[in-house]
């Protein structure tokens, strides 16, 4: 890249001029692969822009000279420890190969491709298209609000366990609207294993944090609790058992809402009495999870929550950049 930008200007003008007698079969192929320059260029400044000065993932000095370039990064060789690294070295981006095509296929996850979609547009395999889509979200599981002011509104929702997409699924496969959905041969009902998903939203703020718990307990919730609410804070919840102690034990003020009060909505010191903005966000959560992508397997579930905070954040103006250095360990959402 750095070869192109410092070519002479005459160069690009006489470069320039030649394209009119290129014909149309020539001219896609030039298309495609100025789309293919810029791409790597834009992964390339994002994965420089998170640290100028190379730092030894090994050792921590920042005494390095460049040694050559490996799996579409350049390397830089510890005059330290004499380990070779990378920008992308223990980060989950690390064994991926081709990295000038994280931005291409970052853009395909924020355009909502399938898995397969995407791997059909990058001319990759979908267990690639898979493994990149979730390397992509694996730190973001971490880029939670932490520590928040103000009206927090906390509330768990439910999602069926699922082995979709594993390999093995350690139980014999069911088929859609199968014996788990209904009941059984012997007319009893089928045991329907579920999971909780704890989201706790900032009322009238972007700030979102979430847990999948094997259910949802006092003992689970609390420190959940403990750590998303910050001085100052109020938790309104819907009165389920979970947070009951919260206020005695961690200090934190919580209002409890009647869940079946179907009357207008009271006002309390601390706000009004109501846990709608977190019940809206379960069923934008249950829109896409369970519609769009129809179901998601549980391992994933915590990638998925990730994802879903990333586009709240971001709405519609994420760029590759964002999803780039968010794989590469850097918080930007949630701050
Ligand atoms: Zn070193």
Redesign the pocket.
Known sequence: MEDCKSDQPWDFNQLFERLQSLDPGQLQKVELRCRELRYSIRSHDAIHSLRAEPI??????SD?VKNGHARGLQRYA??????T?SHATDTPISGLRNKGRLAEFADCMIQGLTVRAAAKKMGISPSTSFRWRHRFLEDAVHHQARARPGVIEADETYFRESGKGSRSLGRPARKRGGAAMGKKASGKKAVVKKVAVLVMKTRGAPYVADRVLPDMTQKLAMPVAAQIAGKGATLFVDGSGAFRTVEKDLGIKTVSVAVAYEGPVKMTPYGAAHVQSVNNYHERLKTWLNGDLRGVSTKHLPNYLAWMRMKEWFKDDAKAEDFIVTALGKQIINT
């Open positions: 030894c993932p090994r050792c921590g000095f390095s510890c005059r330290v420890c004499r380990k690294f």
